[in-house]
């Protein structure tokens, strides 16, 4: 049976470079961020449901999710937010869960998921590895990195859970307050234990 390794993270904590690195060193990644763009592809059931919900102008011209106009509308309201999650999160469930049927009995799966604790998936993993930095570095690096305002940054923080409760869904925590060297060789340890078949 493989092992399933859930990986989440607040927006720009850097669960992404975590993700890549495990990859690299042999994990097979489930990205539920492009399980999230295929789910709502066009013609598939879950962008129609969004079109009902929310109306022609979260549709683009060509067909496709315009998702900056959808972002503009969910991160500032909550209800909208969980009548979105109510219709990907189901889709994206089912899509990772024939991927990870996909993937070798043997490995290491690891579920790079930003909702893990939204999503309540994180009981369902073996292991739950949290990528961790303070709020204010998180608003530093989506204001330098993406352009955001500080507002547009703590809406976003705001929408997903608390680093409380994501620290407390952990089962192993890689702090990323340093350099991106210290990064690789704190994921390379971890990995160390990963590979170490469960006892």
């Not at 869960?97 to 369902?124: C, F, K, S, T």
């Not at 305002?149 to 890689?174: G, P």
Request: charged share 25%; proline share 5%; glycine share 8%.
């Amino acid at each position: 049976m493989a092992r399933r390794v859930g990986l989440t993270g607040g927006i720009a904590s850097g669960k992404s470079t975590v993700s890549r690195r495990l990859a690299e060193l042999g994990a097979v990644v489930i990205d539920y961020d492009r399980l999230a763009r295929e789910v709502v592809e066009p013609g598939s059931p879950a962008l129609e449901l969004i079109a009902q919900r929310f109306g022609p102008s979260v549709i683009a011209a060509d067909g496709t999710l315009d998702r900056p106009g959808l972002g503009a509308v969910v991160f500032t309201d909550p209800t909208a937010l969980k009548d979105l999650e109510a219709i990907t999160h189901p889709a994206i469930r089912d899509l990772a869960a024939r991927r990870e049927e996909a993937a070798a009995q043997d490995g290491i799966v690891v579920h790079d998921n930003p909702l893990l604790v939204e999503m309540g998936a994180a009981q369902a993993c073996d292991v739950v590895i949290v990528v961790d930095v303070p709020e204010d570095v998180q608003v530093a690096r989506m204001v330098t990195d993406r352009g955001m305002t500080e507002a547009d940054a703590r809406a976003r923080i705001a929408a997903q859970a608390s680093r409380e409760a994501r620290l407390a869904a952990a089962d192993v925590v890689i702090d990323n307050t340093g350099t991106l060297d210290d990064l690789s060789a704190r994921v390379d340890e971890v990995w160390s234990t990963l590979v170490v078949p469960a006892s």
